[in-house]
């Protein structure tokens, strides 16, 4: 599989590193750069980008509300924000704006290419030590046992597997750590967002965050 990548940046020299580091990847191809938003988001039909790499400090539109349309405008493309900003305020926004991703600028380039292939796997990447930090955060204003309430009768083994989807590990990551197969982990990701009432891979980690699933 070829991923269809668009890089949205305002900052030009930012582009021209960002494409020096995956066009030598075999499975990326980069279909568009834009230092606009909505530039970027005129031409989303057109190019019919995989994922998009965006910032989030667009001098037209901010990061978070060109996700918001990229996720009405076209469903399948996945939004993977690469940003200067690791404050619980943008994060959780760009959450809520329905993207699949969210990595810092200062992360090693393996960790982009990580949450780029996530992304186009239907998949949702955090940036693990940032992701840490503020579940560490949040979960500083309540204890674990109230936090821990209301799981919605989640078995032992759904709560694992919640717990490592909300980390950003993939289906095949999560089965290799808990020795099963792939597709007994898309079970159990089926059970628990039927049981959730959920229906993204994104509200998922939102609800793993705030119940207090994820260890710091």
């Known amino acids: 599989m070829t991923i269809r990548l668009m890089l949205v940046d305002d900052h030009e020299v930012v582009r021209l590193g960002l ?5 030598g990847e075999p499975d990326v191809e980069i279909v568009g750069e834009f230092g606009l938003a909505k530039e970027a988001l005129d031409s989303l039909e057109s190019l019919k980008p995989d994922v998009i790499v965006m910032d989030i400090g667009l001098p037209d539109l901010s990061g978070i509300e060109a996700a ?4 009405r405008l076209r ?3 996945a939004v993977v924000a690469l940003t200067i900003h690791e404050d619980e305020e943008y994060f959780f926004k760009m ?5 699949s991703g969210y990595v810092p600028k200062r992360a090693a ?3 982009l290419l990580t949450a780029i292939r996530a992304a186009a796997m239907g998949e949702v990447y955090l940036y693990p030590s940032m992701a840490k930090l503020l579940v560490k955060d949040y979960l500083a204003q309540e204890s674990q046992a109230e936090m821990r309430r209301g799981m919605n009768g989640l078995t032992d083994r759904e ?5 490592h989807l909300a980390d950003g590990a993939t289906n095949l990551e999560i089965g290799e750590t808990l020795g099963i197969s792939p ?3 898309a079970r159990h990701r089926e059970n628990i967002m ?7 891979r994104t509200e998922l980690v939102k609800y793993a965050i705030r119940k207090g699933i994820i260890q710091a």
């Open 183 to 185: 597709k007994t982990v």
């Open 75 to 77: 469903e399948g493309t």
């Open 68 to 71: 918001s349309e990229v996720k």
């Open 159 to 163: 709560q694992e597997v919640l717990a």
């Open 19 to 23: 494409r020096m580091l995956l066009e």
């Open 95 to 99: 959450l809520d704006a329905g993207a």
């Open 194 to 200: 039927r049981k959730l009432g959920m229906h993204s």
């Open 109 to 111: 380039p393996e960790e």
